[in-house]
């Protein structure tokens, strides 16, 4: 079975700053998907960055980046330049296998003008 | 443009009545999926779906029914709606390949008063 965790229910942070959302796994499968989800106050749930377990190095878009540590099982979120339109709630999640998603309990995540 | 279409936006109706949420996707996915959102947002699979003629419940019980006699449309039905139906239902869908994670559609609110 997969497990994840957010351990940051909320998170808050001045516009323009640096924030990092934190994910922990656990999987028995060898070869696996990551991936942080955006949900806007009642908008659609968006895919923001994909990991492929099988590569080293971190994905990019733009300003959001990912710290995958495989051998500790963490995947953080780090989102430079905060905007207000990055308010949201973040759900990270994991896929292995013939597995379907599963997901964390998500942070929400707060921009202070 | 492809995408996945949940309607109602927004539903409030009395206890007892029958209600179907509907989900349609235009992206030809085999596979699709009823998310449960909570209150404090954690999402629950609830049904899901790998073809047609072929439905499965998820890892969260519910009352609800799914049906899959087309690819494309995935309608969530609640026999008599209970106050405890109260919730967000989010539809998604997916490809084969894990790679591009699950397309959420933008919710169904459910109020049962």
């Known amino acids: 079975a997969q497990t994840v965790t957010q351990s940051q229910p909320e998170m808050s942070v001045q516009e323009a700053e640096t924030v990092t959302l934190s994910c922990t796994y656990d999987?028995?499968?060898?070869?696996?998907?990551l991936f942080w989800y955006k949900q806007p106050p009642s908008r659609q749930m968006i895919l923001v960055i994909r990991?492929?377990?099988?590569?080293?190095q971190n994905a990019t878009e733009n300003r959001f980046s990912v710290n995958f540590q495989k051998a500790a099982k963490s995947f953080s979120l780090k989102i430079s330049d905060s905007q207000l339109g990055d308010a949201a709630m973040y759900f990270c999640a994991a896929q292995g296998g013939a597995q379907k998603l599963v997901f964390g309990q998500g942070t929400r995540l707060t921009i202070n003008p | 443009e492809a995408d996945i279409y949940q309607t109602p936006r927004y539903l409030v109706i009395g206890t007892g009545k029958k209600i179907t949420l509907e989900c349609s996707q235009t992206m030809g996915h085999d596979k699709m999926y009823w998310y449960q959102q909570d209150p404090g947002m954690e999402l629950h699979l609830i049904h899901y779906?790998?073809?047609?003629?072929?439905?499965e419940k998820g890892d969260l019980s519910s009352e609800s029914t799914v049906s899959r006699i087309r690819t494309e449309h995935f309608p969530l039905t609640l026999e008599s709606a209970r106050p405890s139906h109260t919730s967000q239902y989010l539809c998604a869908s997916s490809r084969a390949d894990r790679l591009y994670g699950y397309t959420f559609g933008s919710g169904t609110r459910l109020t049962v008063v």
């Open positions: 990991q492929e377990a099988y590569k080293q």
């Open positions: 999987t028995s499968e060898s070869d696996y998907y």
């Open positions: 779906s790998y073809g047609v003629n072929s439905t």
